[in-house]
């Protein structure tokens, strides 16, 4: 067996307290990174996931950052980098998800999914950037969504931003190219609580995705996918096909 693919790197994963968050930076420290995690309501996660992460010999930086507030999110990354002495890849994984009917749409809705869902990745995205340059380059990997590939009426907000990550996603690929890869997954439904058996039947693979299985598609566009850039990673057991 190989040693660790992500050995000597440094990592930072936005929203690391809960979640597929929780669930990066478990896998990401496994595979030999140090790791940056911010949290706005989660910081008792995102503290025992450093804890985790020094436990296996990492380094390990946790800070408060609140995506509603695009800036918060480029300052996080600053002081990632100042404390762990760099950045080599970014999981832009911090989002808002609301079911909200149409009729009930608000501007502040919209706001709240265009801040959190785009402009935070971007300007983490941008802030990181300078940094991964300094090291010779890096990887960034946006965390969209099934939801950004085809339409769910009753979630317009979160469609829309999610969608608007995606063309993100290639614009930032070349601006960066070719030093850093940016690329995206777009998870479908994983690991739901208490998801309805109709919702099972409409995926083509006939069951719910998992955590660990968006954690490793991520894994491969930050560790293995090095001629992979502005490309969705879809990880949806065939959902967008249906």
């Not at 959190?116 to 802030?127: H, L, T, Y």
């Not at 829309?160 to 940016?182: G, H, N």
């Not at 090095?226 to 065939?238: C, F, M, S």
Request: aromatic share 4%; hydrophobic share 45%.
């Amino acid at each position: 067996m190989g040693g660790p693919r992500l050995g000597g790197r440094i990592a930072v994963i936005t929203g690391g307290g809960r979640g597929l968050g929780r669930a990066l930076a478990r896998a990401l420290a496994e595979e030999g990174a140090d790791v940056a995690l911010s949290y706005r309501d989660s910081r008792r996660g995102a503290e025992e996931e450093a804890d985790a992460a020094r436990r296996l010999g990492r380094r390990a930086f946790t800070g408060p950052a609140d995506a509603r507030i695009p800036g918060e999110m480029a300052a996080f990354v600053n002081e990632a980098a100042a404390a762990l002495g760099g950045i080599d890849l970014l999981v832009n994984n911090v989002g808002v998800f609301r079911r909200m009917p149409l009729e009930e749409l608000t501007e502040e809705a919209l706001d709240e999914a265009f801040d959190v869902n785009v402009k935070a990745a971007v300007v983490a995205s941008r802030a990181a950037a300078a940094h991964m340059r300094r090291r010779g380059g890096g990887a960034i990997v946006n965390v969209a969504s099934l939801g950004g590939l085809r339409p769910w009426p009753s979630h317009l907000p979160y469609c829309a931003s999610k969608a608007a990550l995606v063309m993100a996603t290639r614009c930032l690929a070349l601006a960066f190219a070719p030093q850093i890869r940016v690329n995206a997954v777009a998870p479908g439904v994983l690991d739901p609580p208490g998801a309805e058996e109709p919702v099972r039947r409409r995926i083509p693979a006939g069951r719910f995705g998992t955590h660990a299985e968006a954690v490793e598609a991520v894994l491969f566009l930050l560790a293995g996918g090095g001629y992979t850039t502005g490309e969705v990673l879809r990880v949806d057991g065939g959902r967008a096909l249906a």
